[in-house]
């Protein structure tokens, strides 16, 4: 089963915009970390924000979490065509394994 | 450095065959975890390995096991094949401790059951 759920499920935004997805899990977590993946190949780990963290950047992300609310979002700025790709968001409870979530395929369009 | 490598990238099996898959991981990382990712269930954890002990599993039936050697390499094997095996199977490496960043995953291993 899948711990977390991601919102919306599809997002097609133009080359430029900001493009946003939200995550929420069901259990208390140790970290959550965003990955990549381009058309059915492996995943790209992108950012982890620990537990105790709020909001964190790297590049054009940013990625906010409140454990309050069991939820996380990650944000992509000024987005390109190599953007393109589906996003997962996955929770770590320190037991050695990633929950996934459904993913959110984004496509930034020209 | 050299990334997380698996093999075969591509497989084709017959229903009631076995498999085994193979993942070398990114050298000096002792944990190497199995994923199975399919457009129905999505992605789903199916073990974990570290120093050549299973910490932990998940849950799957009984045909896919998996272990890993001593020097980190892993492998994972599915007995009597069903059509619904046919997936992406994700190896991933990491190297727990301080800092520790998250997981490098390789690109992964289609398995077609026809």
């Known amino acids: 089963s899948q711990q977390g759920e991601e919102d919306p499920q599809a997002l097609s935004i133009q080359e430029g915009e900001n493009a946003t997805m939200n995550c929420s899990y069901k259990t208390s977590i140790n970290n959550l970390q965003w990955y990549r993946q381009n058309s059915g190949r492996g995943l790209v780990h992108l950012i982890l924000?620990?537990?105790?963290?709020r909001e964190k950047h790297s590049g054009r992300l940013r990625v906010t979490l409140d454990t309050s609310k069991k939820s996380s979002s990650l944000l992509i700025t000024a987005s390109r065509a190599a953007d393109t790709a589906s996003y997962f968001c996955a929770t770590d409870r320190d037991d050695y394994k990633l929950s996934f979530g459904a993913g959110t395929t984004v496509t930034v369009r020209a | 450095k050299a990334g997380v490598t698996q093999t075969p990238r591509y497989l084709i099996k017959t229903r009631g065959q076995q498999v085994t898959l193979s993942c070398s991981p990114i050298s000096g990382h002792r944990s190497v975890s199995w994923y199975q990712q399919t457009p129905g269930q999505g992605l789903q954890f199916l073990f974990e390995y570290f120093s050549e002990t299973q910490r932990n599993k998940g849950n799957f039936p009984g045909r896919f096991s998996g272990r890993q050697f001593s020097n980190s390499r892993s492998e994972m094997n599915v007995s009597t094949l069903e059509l619904g095996d046919s997936a992406l199977y994700l190896c991933?490496?990491?190297?727990?401790?301080?800092?520790?960043?998250?997981?490098?995953f390789g690109s992964g291993t289609r398995l077609t059951v026809v």
């Open positions: 924000i620990r537990s105790n963290e």
């Open positions: 991933a490496s990491s190297l727990p401790g301080t800092g520790w960043y998250g997981y490098t």
